[in-house]
Structures are given as structure tokens and as C-alpha cells.
């Protein structure tokens, strides 16, 4: 189903889910080995990831963006693996932040490259807004957290960096697994609280098949903000736009604010409006998908916008994605798209 917006088509899926938002992977590739998402056992020295000629080019990328957009997109956060690792990025972000109708440009990082110049860089190519995912402030958790040593010190200065640069809100990604860093839940809130950075405490999920995901192994919201409201009193906050993946808290005494991510405990299926674009041109309607439709061959293949543009509805159109909303301990047997491929 679709309806037509001031220079735009609002497209629906077969759940009557809108098309709101691009998550767009632009590499494989990650210099972290994170358990949850890159395991080193899974992703070590002789993984074949994608050559160069096989991923999508800035041109591809930004004409995909360009005709979602047209079909209803409004945000785009770029991803990766680790997107700062592509070496075009300036170009891509001021490409794609330059398209009419995108009101929303955020990038997702490990925060290993994003130096104080380089976050200038991005504010200044259009880029609104950055994510930097910490897992621990304890050096020994956080160096196991992130699988090669990378020092926690370094990440803190990228979100340093990512302030100074205007790139606000700065949101800081927290995955909470149980036995590694759920200790780590009240000094992370604790560190940034007053700072105007939002922590968002991640529910352990079972993304893709190789990070060894168990149901045991979930620290639900509601023991995390149990732990943090314990100590600072939260209430909850309405969701600035619809289908946002995080549910709001604030502190009551005024010192910032908190989100969780919940799918685990609480699916939030019903309200997901976010399509995947992978690295080498395929898309995913949901995280935890087992199949893509292969988007590049028809790039590629000197098709028309009118071509690609109608491809794209029918991907979203035919969509009925509510994986979390099944999810038990036996789904995790299924087959699913790693999550280095389609980001978070």
C-alpha cells in the first residue's frame, strides 16, 4: 500500500508498517573482533570478506538512497562493520546528507577512527548525529568486550571528539551480556550522566549464528534499569518519533537520560520500520533475516530508476518480518544474516 506526501510515495508493508528509515552497511569489514558480533574464532585472519569490486559503489549507494527516499525514507544511519573504515566516507556522507528529504544522517562506530578531525569532517559533510559503541569502562572487561585489546581510553576520546564536533545527540551503544560486563551497567550510566550523551543499554540478541547466543545468557531491561533506578530514580519518556528501537528514561533529578533495547524481552516488531542495505547490494528487512533480495545485479544491469524504484516497494510491500515476536531458545538454530553484514 502506498500514499503520496509532498514529493513522496508512503509506502507500507504487508503489516501496514511504514518505510521510515535506511540502515546502510558500507563495508564487512571491522577492526574489533566484538563476541557478540564478530567473534574471533568466527572472523579470523583467513575470513574471506568482501573485495573491493563487490561492494557498492558511493554513486550505487547514493541513488539506492536517493529513490528510498523518494519511496518514503526519512533517516539514514550508516553502518558497518565498521563504516569509518571505507576510505570515501566524507564523500558518502556528503552525498547522501545533500539528498532532498533526508532529515535524519547518523553513523554508527567502534569510535578506533573517529578522531577529533575526523568527527569535524563528517559535521561539516552533513553528518548529524554519531553512536559509539562502549561496552565496559573497565579496561580488562572492555578489552575482552571488544576481542584485540583496543583501549577504552581511546573510545571515550572519540565521543569527546564527537561532541566537540556538534554531532549531537552522541549516543553511546551498550550490549549487556550476562557473565561478561553486567556489572558495568551503573559506572557506564553513572559516567555519563550530565554529560548530554544517551546511553543505550542493548539487550544480548542472536544476531546471525556464530555468536554462540543463549536466552540464559540475556540481561533483560528491566533488571538494567532495576540496577540504575535503584540508585538514580528514573521515569519514562514518550519516543520522539515512531518506531524508535529504544524506550526512553530520564533521570529525575535532571541529569540526562537513558534508553533500552528490549527485543528480546519485550519485542518491539510491530512498530519496526527499518529496511538493510548491505555492503554488496542486498536487502534485508529485518535483523535477523535469513535471506536478502540481491539488489546490485539490477544496479548494475543499466535499469531505469522507474525499474529500481518499483523494486524497491515490492521488497518492502511483500515484507511480514516479526522475528523477535517468536523468538524462543530454538530459533537461535536458525540460519540468520551475521550482523557484520547489515550492522545493528
Known sequence: MTETRE??????????????????????RCNFRCPYCMPIDEFGPHHAFLRRDELLTTQELVRTARLLVELGVE??????????????????VGALASLDGVQDMALTTNGSLLTKARAQALADAGLQRVTVSLDALSSHIATRMNGVGFPVDRVLRAVDAALAA?????????????????????PIAERFRGTGVIVRFIEYMDVGTSNGWRLED????????????EVHP???????????????????????????????SHPFCGGCNRLRLTADGELYTCLFATNGKPLKPLLRSGASDEEVRAFLAQVWHHRRDAYSAVRTRETKRIGKVEMSRVGG
Open 234 to 264: 528514573l521515569e519514562p519518556v514518550p519516543p520522539r518519533v515512531p518506531g524508535e528501537v529504544a524506550t526512553r528514561y530520564r533521570y529525575l533529578d535532571g541529569m540526562g537520560e537513558i534508553g533500552v533495547i528490549h527485543s528480546v
Open 7 to 28: 514529493g513522496q510515495q508512503k509506502l507500507f508493508d504487508a503489516l501496514s508498517r511504514p518505510l521510515r528509515d535506511l540502515r546502510m552497511s558500507l563495508t564487512d
Open 218 to 229: 540475556v540481561v533483560p531491561a528491566a533488571e538494567i534499569l532495576r540496577k540504575i533506578g
Open 166 to 186: 556538534g554531532l549531537s545527540p552522541v549516543k553511546v551503544n551498550v550490549v549487556v551480556r550476562r557473565g561478561w560486563n553486567e556489572e558495568e551497567i551503573l
Open 75 to 92: 533517516k539514514i544511519r550508516l553502518t558497518g562493520g565498521e563504516p569509518l573504515l571505507r576510505s570515501e566516507i566524507i564523500d558518502i
